[in-house]
Structure formats: structure tokens, C-alpha cells
């Protein structure tokens, strides 16, 4: 089992910043992917960013640019800074955890952040 524990989301003006963190915990393969997904009311949840344990990363095209993610590995951590925020990255964030061996996946979600972005 991973336990995923978000924090940071909030309200901002567009424009401004916020940055997200998630601390994951308890049976953590090495080679595993964290990655940050949102779903805004009435949408499919969708990829924001990922970040391979081998330190690959991989952006959705509307926020290549504007957010970055980053890991410390020490501590479990994951992190998305989203700069030049925009009434359209409105949603709750999840953050998740996936890892493989052999045939089987582990696939954790945090309980979610909402992020709220006005005009």
C-alpha cells in the first residue's frame, strides 16, 4: 500500500502562482513514476506532469512552460509549481503514484487539491 498526502492548492489570481506538494508513504518501489493529473468539473481527469524514478518528465501541451515538477527522492516528495496560472487550470489536482513488477501495477491516488484560478 502508498498513502499519497497533497497540499498547496488554494485560490489565485490569474496569473499568479501556486505549488503543489505530495508526500507519498509505504511499500515504495524504486523505479516508480509520480505524476500530478486534474480534473476540472464536467471533464476527464487528464496528465498535468509526470516524473520517472530515472528522472524523465513528461508536460500536458497546456502547461508546457508555465509548470514545472520536480521529485526529491529522499523524501518521497513530488512537486508541481505552476506559474502564469489561468482561469482554465481551475480543478481539483490528484497526485498518483505507479509502479510495475513483473505483471502486476500499483496505481495510488491522493485524495486531491483543488486549485481555483478567477479572471
Known amino acids: 500500500q502508498v498513502q499519497l498526502v497533497e497540499s498547496g492548492g488554494g485560490s489565485v489570481q490569474a496569473g499568479g502562482s501556486l505549488k503543489l506538494s505530495c508526500v507519498a508513504s509505504?511499500?515504495?518501489?524504486?523505479?516508480?513514476?509520480m505524476a500530478w493529473y486534474r480534473q476540472a468539473p464536467g471533464k476527464q481527469r487528464e496528465l498535468v506532469a509526470a516524473?520517472?524514478?530515472?528522472?524523465?518528465?513528461n508536460y500536458a501541451a497546456s502547461v508546457k512552460g508555465r509548470f514545472t515538477i520536480s521529485r526529491e527522492h529522499a523524501k518521497n516528495t513530488v512537486y508541481l509549481q505552476m506559474n502564469s496560472l489561468k482561469p482554465e487550470d481551475t480543478a481539483v489536482y490528484y497526485c498518483n503514484y505507479n509502479a510495475h513488477r513483473g505483471a502486476l501495477i500499483y496505481d495510488y491516488w491522493g485524495q486531491g487539491t483543488q486549485v481555483t484560478v478567477s479572471s
Open positions: 509505504g511499500s515504495i518501489f524504486s523505479r516508480n513514476v
Open positions: 516524473f520517472t524514478s530515472g528522472g524523465n518528465t
